[in-house]
């Protein structure tokens, strides 16, 4: 038999004809990368935004406090350089500051406060002699106490400058810290605040990326495995299909699996037996007629295979591709032939799994262009000469590139020079990675450009304008706040001037009260010392020690004499009294007393006075009445200061009752009368030295309205008080309250009840 004289169709047609190339799986790894870091590049943006608006809180927070500290620190300062300045020597005015340790320095200072250390700070002042001064006081002192997870602190502004800082503190959480100067001085306050590491918000954020990327990320590798499979599939089946072809060169027609003949004469078609098995036809008839032959092909194929077999050698070499009904019914086929001596003769291939492969390269192609397509910001991938392989849609809407430049093939240059034509404005990234554009359309877009292995490069961006919008609302809310601190600077010096001038008002009003005190002291030391002789005098002519005066009269006008002496001479001891107590020098001289038997003695003293006015004087015990720790004399004056009081305001025929009683751990004594009363507006002043009621104005002309100071005074001097309860027209009730026990603090600090 002749051998076959076939003409090989060309590889290359044999291998591209209507086969579709699918995505490199490199390209679709670049995609990937490029989705996460765009992702990591978002969530870092998000990050800082939130580390931003930490920042900006605790800066805020450090002014504040720098503010109150501050405020605090030009008090002290003030009045320590006020006292200075008033004349009054360094340790008085360190104790009017409530500062210690002053000491000379020089020479001068150009700051008003220093830290000393860790506990302590100085202060500097000068005093009217241009003379420099420091003193140490308490950082406490300054600061408020912490508040929450914030704590304060003061430091050298030499050593911590101003600023806002984030510290590891471990590696679950770490520190934020902000200092603010304070102005003057060279000292800053610190507001320190331990956060998480990774917050709610972070850990949210890493979940929802973590999900955005897994999810690309398993149909990209879904994809590449696939494509692997399929490529290697089709390797394989390339390979099959060029060996049958190398053996149908080299066999004979009549010996070849899958080969095929056409009779030009007869019309007629002869199948081998694996080309029958192949279709699925019976192996008994290997010679059919064309027309038969074409009967087995789908409807589709049918028309145009049979116009190539028929016109037989004369249609030259040809390829085709069809299915066939029956058995083999879902399969897919490839007719390769050519002329031979007595027609056409070729091969049938089974191209069912390339025909498969070519689908699922078409699809994966599809998913991995929407992924691309639904990348949030413009993305574009070059080649390694800076040509444009593919993009989505989005860079060429963000960028109003036309569709006739944004094309497959374009240089990276061209690309870019229609991109700037929509830049409003360019600057480098914060992060240092990449550039900020923000367009025409008033839209901010951070964009990068990263390089691939092979060579090319993929260029990505995403929209930043909600980001752009946040930062200048803080820039707004910051400069707001710079308002704000320069209007409270404002008023601090307002109030810094007004300080001084209330130190130097108090410091007059200080001066004036040591002279009263001194005037008062010397003008009873003078008034007392001729009272005496004057009321010696007058007792010795009532009790006619030198013989009898003679008229009855003289008798009566000494014992005027005496009385009016008394009276004034007790007046003086009131004034000397209380200016002891104004002045700090009034001691008491506890003992332990019987409280019944001093308020009796008072009330035996001063009974004679009552009777004088026809007023009822009654004493009595509530209950049983233990003896107390106190002065006697102090007890006694007070006693005899309320019941004067009550006879001055009662009119004749009243009555006075003095009660006695205990109230827990405090004694009452109180003295109630149903004289005028004391009107409401009155009482609140009448504690006062020199006050008087309004009630009579007549009856005040016997008294200096020192009564029911002093007695106020020695009730607080025993850690007491005093209570007054008046109704106009109906009466007055006064109770001093004395503990049983001195108390163990200063007097105040566990005031009596009222009773």
Same mark, same amino acid.
């Given at each position: 038999?002749?051998k /076959?004289?076939i ?6 047609d ?16 670049v ?7 765009? &992702? ?7 990050r ?13 927070e450090?002014m ?9 620190l030009?008090?002290?300062q ?5 006292a ?26 150009p700051?008003?406060a ?7 700070? $100085? ?14 006081a ?8 912490? !508040?929450g ?15 806002? !800082?984030?510290?590891a ?12 100067p304070?102005t ?8 320190? $605040? ?10 949210n954020? %890493?979940l ?5 990327? /897994? ?22 089946e ?33 199948? !081998? ?28 194929s ?26 083999a019914?879902? !399969? ?25 492969? +070519? ?5 994966? +192609? ?6 691309v ?8 991938a070059?080649d ?10 989005? %860079? ?13 093939? /374009?240089s990276?240059?061209?690309?870019m ?7 409003r ?6 992060s240092?990675?990449? $550039? ?12 990068q450009s990263?390089p691939m ?10 929209d ?12 707004r ?10 209007? &409270? ?17 108090? /410091?007059?009003a ?18 007392r ?14 009790n ?5 005066l ?40 506890r003992s332990?007393?019987?409280? +019944? ?7 035996r003293m ?6 004088e006015?026809?007023i ?13 720790e ?5 007890v ?8 004067s009081?009550?006879i ?10 003095i ?7 405090f ?11 004391i009107?409401k507006?009155?009482i ?11 009630a009579?104005e007549?009856?005040?002309?016997q ?6 100071a002093?007695?106020r ?12 309860e ?30």
């Amino acid at each position: 038999m002749a051998k /076959a004289k076939i003409k090989k169709a060309p590889a290359k047609d044999a291998q591209t004809r209507d086969v579709h190339t699918p995505i490199p799986s490199r390209v679709l790894t670049v995609l990937l990368i490029a989705f996460g870091g765009a &992702l990591g590049l978002k969530a870092w943006e998000e990050r800082r935004a939130s580390d931003d608006a930490h920042a900006a809180q605790q800066a805020r927070e450090s002014m504040a406090i720098a503010s109150i500290a501050r405020a605090e620190l030009v008090r002290i300062q003030t009045r320590f350089e006020t006292a200075l300045q008033l004349g009054s020597d360094s340790d008085a005015a360190a104790k009017l500051a409530n500062v210690d340790t002053p000491e000379r320095m020089s020479p001068a200072t150009p700051t008003i406060a220093e830290l000393a250390n860790g506990e302590t700070f $100085r202060i500097y002042a000068k005093d009217s002699n241009e003379r420099w001064w420091s003193a140490s006081a308490e950082i406490k002192h300054l600061l408020p106490a912490p !508040r929450g997870d914030r704590s304060f602190k003061l430091v050298d502004t030499r050593v911590s400058p101003s600023g806002v !800082r984030f510290e590891a503190d471990g590696l679950s959480s770490r520190t934020i810290t902000a200092c603010s100067p304070l102005t003057g001085s060279k000292i800053s306050a610190c507001v320190t $605040r331990t956060i998480p590491m990774l917050t709610s918000q972070d850990y949210n954020r %890493f979940l929802i990326y973590l999900l955005l990327l /897994a999810a690309p990320a398993l149909a990209v590798i879904g994809l590449i495995r696939t494509a692997r499979t399929n490529s290697i599939r089709l390797n394989h089946e390339n390979a099959s299909r060029t060996r049958l072809e190398t053996r149908w060169q080299e066999l004979d027609l009549g010996g070849a699996n899958g080969v095929w003949t056409v009779n030009d004469q007869d019309h007629t078609i002869n199948l !081998r037996k694996q080309a029958r098995d192949m279709l699925g036809m019976e192996t008994g008839k290997a010679t059919i007629p064309i027309s038969n032959f074409v009967d087995m092909m789908d409807q589709e194929s049918a028309s145009p295979l049979r116009s190539k077999l028929e016109r037989g050698a004369a249609g030259g070499e040809f390829q085709m591709r069809f299915q066939v009904r029956g058995i083999a019914s879902g !399969r897919h086929f490839e007719m390769r032939g050519g002329p031979t001596d007595d027609g056409l003769g070729g091969i049938i291939y089974d191209i069912t799994e390339a025909v498969r492969t +070519e689908a699922r390269s078409k699809q994966i +192609e599809v998913l991995a262009r929407t992924a691309v397509e639904a990348f949030p910001g413009p993305f574009a991938a070059w080649d390694s000469r800076n040509r444009l392989l593919f993009w989505n849609s989005g %860079f060429q809407h963000i960028f109003e590139i036309p569709p006739g430049v944004m094309r497959a093939g /374009a240089s990276y240059d061209a690309i870019m020079a229609e991109a700037h034509k929509q830049i409003r404005v360019e600057r480098p990234s914060p992060s240092g990675n990449g $550039r900020e554009f923000l367009l025409l359309s008033d839209l901010w877009i951070t964009f990068q450009s990263r390089p691939m292995a092979n060579g090319g490069k993929i260029s990505v961006g995403l929209d930043i304008s909600a980001l752009k919008e946040q930062e200048e609302h803080m820039a707004r809310s910051e400069k707001k706040l710079k308002r704000l601190v320069a209007d &409270l600077n404002r008023s601090q010096g307002q109030a810094e001037v007004l300080a001084m001038k209330l130190a130097e008002e108090k /410091a007059k009003a200080e001066r004036a009260s040591q002279s009263k005190s001194v005037f008062l002291a010397s003008m009873s030391h003078e008034l007392r010392t001729p009272l005496n002789a004057i009321n010696g005098f007058s007792e010795m002519l009532l009790n006619e020690v030198y013989g009898e005066l003679g008229d009855a009269r003289y008798k009566g006008y000494a014992q005027d004499i005496l009385d009016s002496g008394q009276h004034l001479l007790d007046m003086i001891n009131d004034i000397l009294d209380m200016a002891k107590i104004e002045a700090g020098k009034m001691q008491i001289s506890r003992s332990l007393i019987d409280p +019944e038997e001093a308020v009796d003695s008072a009330v035996r003293m001063i009974r004679r006075r009552a009777e004088e006015k026809n007023i009822t004087l009654e004493m009595k015990t509530l209950n049983e009445v233990p003896d107390i720790e106190v002065d006697h004399r102090a007890v006694k004056q007070m006693v005899l200061n309320l019941v004067s009081n009550a006879i001055k305001f009662t009119d004749q025929g009243g009555k006075i009752t003095i009660s006695l009683m205990r109230q827990d751990r405090f004694v009452a004594v109180s003295v109630e009368d149903n004289g005028i009363g004391i009107p409401k507006q009155d009482i609140s002043r009448l504690t006062t030295p020199f006050e008087q009621s309004s009630a009579d104005e007549n009856r005040n002309s016997q008294g200096t309205g020192l009564g029911l100071a002093l007695t106020r005074s020695f009730a607080e001097m025993h850690g007491g008080k005093l209570v007054i309860e008046s109704e106009l027209n109906v009466g007055t009730r006064v109770t001093f309250i004395l503990p049983i026990s001195p108390p163990a603090k200063k007097p105040k600090t566990k005031p009596a009840p009222d009773s």
